[in-house]
């Protein structure tokens, strides 16, 4: 079935270095791939997503960028703060099924200060 | 605006026993989703609805879970018999026309004993 990697599992970085998150995905289908955070106990939230006719996209300190050819889409934070600290969760579409999402593994991201 | 609101927040059940859960997702929004979510794990999609309508249920193991969305508005989701592994967070999501950004509950944590 379709299946989205994700890497690293565990980063740790200094409090103003960057992080990147990187995803690989099987389904050539999937035209739409949203990044979530999740905070310890709490809900996923939606932090970025980006579409397939979208080679990248920037919202202040947080970037994604994606290539269809290769099926690898990958979240870059600058700047990062402790309350950067989160698991955070690549997604791509199912297909043609709408907006039902695949999720990768996770990202567990420390920021240190 | 309101959220997406699930019931229970936990249960502990033993195995072979059943349970239930409930979501009653944004007003207006069409689809919803459920989601499993394993400690350490990304969420994985067992059923999507749109309206009162199965979209996809491919992932949902048949043999014991069962879920509806009878009015087209809440939603339950039902394990019967359950097993230890369907220990998890069992997360509810609905999303709006026209927009991926899926908006989750915060979750109803099953113990499977």
Redesign the interface.
């Known amino acids: 079935g379709e299946n989205v990697e994700q890497h690293p599992s565990t980063l740790s970085v200094q409090e103003g270095d960057s992080a990147v998150i990187k995803c690989t995905y099987s389904d050539s289908a999937s035209n739409y791939f949203p990044w979530y955070k999740q905070e310890l106990g709490k809900r996923p939230q939606l932090i970025i997503d980006i579409r397939s006719n979208v080679g990248e996209k920037k919202d202040q300190r947080i970037a994604v960028t994606l290539n269809k050819t290769a099926k690898h889409f990958s979240l870059h934070i600058t700047e990062t703060q402790p309350e950067d600290s989160a698991v955070y969760f690549c997604a791509a579409s199912l297909g043609v099924r709408g907006y039902a999402l695949n999720f990768g593994k996770g990202t567990s991201l420390l920021v240190t200060p | 605006e309101a959220g997406v609101a699930q019931s229970p927040r936990y249960k502990i059940i033993e195995k072979r026993q059943s349970v239930a859960f409930w979501c009653n997702p944004i007003s207006g929004h069409a689809?919803l989703?459920w989601y499993q979510q394993i400690l350490?794990?990304?969420?994985?999609?067992l059923i999507?609805f749109?309206n009162n309508g199965v979209?996809?249920d491919s992932q949902l193991p048949k043999d014991r879970f069962s879920a509806e969305r009878l009015k087209g508005v809440d939603s339950t989701l039902k394990i019967q018999p359950a097993k230890l592994e369907d220990s998890a967070v069992y997360?509810c999501a609905s999303?709006g026309p026209n927009?991926?950004?899926?908006f989750?509950?915060?979750?109803s944590r099953l113990t499977v004993l």
Do not use: R
């Open positions: 689809t989703y350490g794990q990304g969420p994985k999609l999507q749109q979209v996809d997360l999303s927009t991926g950004e899926l989750f509950g915060e979750g």
